[in-house]
């Protein structure tokens, strides 16, 4: 997916009109939008919703949906679940028209093993349903949500809540797992997604969707070698952050000694007995997928962050490589560097999502 130019379709053969709720800068849409340019489809994004103000910002330059809802979801779709739609959701409807896909990845702190106060049971796990309450009222072909693998994990049992309520609407549905370095992904990214099609007899066996494609997995260099020679220092998108001295020391380390996990000496006091952070301060492989990219790649000190080649760690257009975002997506007009790397590295990788996606279409249309 490295291009320079989007590609769209000169006859499409039908056109979807989709939705992407929590859509952040639009991993999902992406991957949307290259399955439907794999089976000659037109997509047309009706709807986005994002409280963060950059990912409106982002969503929009890329994306230009007919809508973008910046307000919480459940402002607008606020009914309970097997009720008659409330006044605002009746507005929601008449205002979006159809819709065909809905896809979006609720808010995941809640799930996520990186959050010790509230895991499992977390109020936004509910925001879940929301999406559920969405595709009642609106009724759409296709459905993909996505989340940490631990979503199933949670006290509220979203997921098989979920996953009754869409049969009970008539939707042949599936979940599980997908393991990013086994279908193209150059990293080793995990996410669990819940996915349905309006047809109740359709095959959703979730192994079609989970089931490795590449005979060896795609590495760092298979993402950004192509880069290395790229200017540095020309605004943030292509320059890496500064650290501090001692991360700078610790990187230089690493690659003085050629080493990739730091010895604990090097570390901070805290790291230099037993620990369970092996990988933090850590240097990437270069002929290996990288680790899961995370908010926090711009800094050595929060995982495997390093540049594999250089005593620094990834610039923010070498970290969307790794999440498989062309080149012609357009980051630079995020002019903070805490809001780019927050929307990198909460995406989805367009590719992961192009490969679920790509397989829905073609079992709802019988393609």
Request: aromatic share 8%; with cysteine; glycine share 6%.
């Amino acid at each position: 997916m490295v291009r320079k130019t989007k590609t769209t379709v000169k006859k499409p053969i039908r056109t979807l009109r989709g939705c992407d709720l929590f859509s952040g800068c639009g991993g999902i849409t992406l991957g949307l939008h290259e399955a439907c340019l794999a089976h000659k489809m037109k997509l047309e994004m009706v709807m986005a919703c994002d409280l963060f103000p950059a990912a409106k910002t982002s969503y929009d330059d890329n994306f230009k949906p007919k809508y973008f809802l910046e307000n919480p979801i459940e402002n607008y779709v606020d009914g309970e679940l097997g009720e008659e739609p409330t006044e605002k959701e009746i507005d929601l409807i008449e205002m979006l028209g159809e819709i065909n896909v809905v896809v979006g990845g609720p808010p995941c702190q809640g799930n996520s093993n990186l959050n010790n106060h509230t895991r499992r049971d977390d109020p936004r796990n509910e925001l879940y349903m929301r999406m559920i309450r969405f595709v009642e009222l609106f009724n759409p072909n296709i459905v993909l949500i996505e989340n940490v693998r631990d979503v199933v994990k949670n006290t509220q049992q979203v997921v098989p809540r979920a996953i009754e309520i869409l049969r009970d609407l008539g939707y042949s549905v599936s979940n599980g797992v997908v393991k990013g370095h086994l279908i193209g992904i150059p990293q080793t990214r995990t996410r669990h997604f819940t996915v349905a099609v309006l047809d109740p007899l359709a095959d959703m066996e979730f192994e079609q969707f989970s089931k490795q494609t590449v005979g060896i997995p795609r590495t760092v260099a298979w993402a950004i070698d192509d880069l290395q020679e790229e200017i540095i220092g020309d605004g943030i998108f292509y320059n890496p952050p500064n650290p501090n001295p001692i991360n700078q020391q610790r990187m230089n380390y690493l690659h003085d000694h050629d080493l990739h996990e730091l010895p604990n000496k090097e570390r901070p006091p805290c790291q230099q007995g037993d620990h369970t952070y092996p990988t933090v301060y850590g240097r990437m492989y270069w002929d290996r997928p990288a680790p899961t990219l995370t908010t926090g790649f711009g800094c050595n000190g929060r995982g495997r962050f390093t540049h594999p080649l250089k005593p620094r760690v990834l610039t923010p257009h070498e970290a969307v490589r790794i999440q498989t975002f062309p080149d012609f997506f357009n980051f630079k007009m995020i002019t903070k560097r805490t809001e780019m790397h927050y929307l990198i590295g909460n995406a989805v990788p367009p590719l992961m999502a192009k490969h679920l996606l790509e397989k829905l279409i073609e079992i709802q249309y019988k393609l």
